[in-house]
């Protein structure tokens, strides 16, 4: 009815209609195809139940996907769970500064595992995926020497305590900067494969594994069994 573009020879009295997800569960005239997913007992959940303390650190890209996210859709703030949120920088688009808030977010990370005092920590790095975006190659490369420092300096913090490191993504970005075959800059994500790194004692990890794996692959590694 608000509509203002052009003036409509015929207006269309629209009583239903259907999307393929839900975009707002207050809207009664749609109606889903695919009903949203509830996740229970996720692994924040679950380790929370065992008592066990667990940390979720990211800057402000990417708070969001190791809280509500990483929660299955849920903002649930778990017994045990602590939150650390790093701002991002206010920059008009990440090229701008590669190395985002990367070596915040990593020192902190550092004190946290060494106060000793969480079984699991999950931290997102922005940088590989929002650098990527840009399409900008020499501010990806950039981001990456970034990254490379700040997860050395996790990793050794993690050696030292003789912790255990999982280090993988849900997809690429920065690996494609550019489309070889159209020559376009490349600014979105890859369905490359993505790899997981895994840095402690010597546990033995199955080849192609996916995103299910992970937390049972987490709760093995911590000694806890599956729900």
Not at 103 to 131: G, P, R
Not at 152 to 174: C, F, R
Not at 188 to 216: C, E, M
């Amino acid at each position: 009815d608000n509509f203002s573009a052009f003036e409509r020879q015929k207006k269309i009295n629209i009583s239903h209609y259907f999307t393929l997800t839900q975009y707002d569960q207050n809207d009664k005239k749609s109606s889903a195809i695919f009903k949203p997913t509830s996740v229970n007992n996720s692994f924040g959940e679950y380790i929370s139940k065992l008592g066990l303390k667990q940390l979720r650190i990211a800057e402000t890209e990417k708070y969001p996907h190791v809280t509500f996210f990483f929660n299955g859709g849920n903002e649930t703030v778990y017994e045990g769970e602590d939150r650390i949120l790093v701002p991002s920088p206010q920059v008009a688009t990440y090229d701008l500064k590669p190395e985002m808030s990367a070596f915040e977010v990593a020192q902190k990370l550092t004190d946290a595992i060494q106060s000793k005092k969480y079984q699991a920590i999950i931290c997102n790095f922005a940088n590989a995926d929002m650098v990527g975006h840009t399409g900008n190659l020499d501010a990806a490369i950039k981001a990456m020497e970034a990254l490379d420092t700040c997860i050395g300096q996790v990793v050794n913090a993690m050696e030292k305590i003789g912790g255990e490191v999982i280090i993988t993504a849900d997809h690429g970005n920065a690996e494609l900067m550019k489309d070889y075959e159209n020559k376009q800059v490349h600014t979105q994500h890859t369905t490359n494969v993505v790899p997981l790194l895994y840095v402690g004692r010597k546990a033995s990890i199955k080849p192609n594994g996916k995103l299910s794996d992970i937390a049972p692959t987490l709760l093995h590694l911590m000694g806890e069994k599956q729900p």
